[in-house]
């Protein structure tokens, strides 16, 4: 298919459809796609809303075009260039578009190999820019530099509600960028969502983060899954979760907290948190006792509605909990990631595709790709959502 010919087709649609909000181009190495968009302004005034074209190949060359973009169209609020192989030089040219776009709420970055360097100049941009509400840095390769100068920044900005900045590439075993992001924290009342994931955070990390928590107030989405903390840091958890009462979703997933970790949070949510209203412990090592006591907090909490449990080691007593809130309707089938069978009259469990984040990555080929159930965080905490 030659580029003239998607050109006509992309031109043809354009031309007759007056209600598009949103289009995609997904893993289709063009970078006409962004040239087509740059001059052709009354498609843009038509569509108002966002473009993706995500998993393509538009690489530094097409991160111009993307910059242009920004810099000429003023109705663009959601860009999605997720793992286009963007190096460092296209970050910079993306992040200084940014110093005067005045009208983009989310950009999504995701996947690209911007390192350090292309994080240093996005942090920079967050000095200037106040629209940009919603930045997905993850898997971009972000060094320690970068990382702490993000938190830096974010003491200072007043405009960000929600940033990822999952897997940065980390030296040594300080967890100075968790000091950096928990000390931001105390000073930022606007940060809504933040998204750890994959910082090598332990124990004393979490103790840092729990000691910002209690000076917090808006932080509404905590992700520290696929960390190293275990059930001591749980001790720190389930003390701040007594006093905060605006953190909403906390996505443990991947660590293992192990009974002694599930069950300090059972006694917290059971008599003291009345805020928090969905909690991911899957794959944390927890064997029936403490997935039984998460079930029984369920019971006397009104607030907690989604609980993810799969990954962890199920025995008849959780399988029977767990089947007992849904039948019950305590538990709604779409706010957890376990559906109950029964064979030869034994109750088990199996896993069904629900989840705070299960399409962050991909999307489905049929069905809703951004529905409640398999995008539980966002929905719960929606922040810059996919338009």
């Not at 192989?85 to 950009?107: D, F, M, Q, V, W």
């Not at 998204?195 to 990390?205: E, P, S």
Request: net charge neutral.
């Amino acid at each position: 298919m030659t580029d003239v010919f998607i050109f006509q087709k992309l031109q043809n649609l354009l031309l007759v459809s007056r209600n598009i909000i949103l289009i995609c181009v997904w893993k289709n190495p063009r970078k006409l796609i962004l040239l087509y968009c740059i001059y052709f302004k009354k498609w843009m005034k038509k569509l108002k809303r966002g473009l993706d074209v995500r998993y393509n190949l538009i690489s530094d060359a097409g991160a111009y075009y993307a910059a242009e973009l920004l810099e000429t169209q003023l109705y663009l609020i959601y860009l999605n260039l997720m793992f286009n192989a963007i190096r460092p030089e296209g970050a910079e040219l993306i992040a200084r578009a940014l110093h005067k776009n005045t009208t983009l709420k989310y950009l999504r970055m995701t996947g690209n190999k911007i390192e350090n360097k292309g994080g240093m100049f996005f942090a920079s941009m967050l000095q200037i820019n106040s629209s940009l509400e919603k930045l997905d840095l993850g898997d971009c390769d972000l060094g320690m530099q970068s990382v702490i100068a993000f938190a830096t920044v974010l003491t200072q900005n007043q405009a960000v509600k929600g940033i990822n900045l999952n897997r940065p590439i980390m030296y040594g075993e300080q967890e100075e960028s968790t000091a950096h992001l928990g000390h931001m924290l105390k000073e930022n009342h606007c940060l809504l969502e933040l998204h750890m994931c994959k910082h090598g955070i332990k124990n004393y990390g979490i103790q840092q983060l729990c000691d910002a928590l209690y000076l917090n107030s808006s932080l509404r989405y905590l992700d520290i899954s696929c960390n190293k903390i275990t059930h001591d840091g749980m001790i720190h958890l389930a003390a701040v979760l007594k006093s905060n009462t605006t953190l909403e979703v906390i996505d443990l997933s991947f660590n293992r907290i192990e009974n002694a970790g599930a069950n300090y949070l059972s006694e917290t949510l059971t008599s003291h948190n009345r805020s928090l209203k969905a909690l991911s412990v899957v794959s944390n090592n927890i064997e029936g006792e403490g997935l039984v006591a998460l079930s029984q907090s369920m019971e006397t909490n009104p607030v907690l509605s989604n609980i993810y449990i799969w990954g962890n080691k199920f025995d008849e007593a959780t399988c029977v909990a767990y089947s007992d809130l849904i039948q019950k309707g305590r538990l709604k089938p779409d706010n957890t990631d376990v559906e109950p069978f029964v064979v030869d009259g034994c109750v088990y469990l199996a896993e069904v595709s629900n989840g705070l984040k299960r399409h962050y990555y991909w999307t489905p080929t049929y069905g809703d790709a951004y529905g409640h159930s398999s995008n539980a965080g966002f929905a719960l905490v929606p922040v810059g959502q996919h338009l």
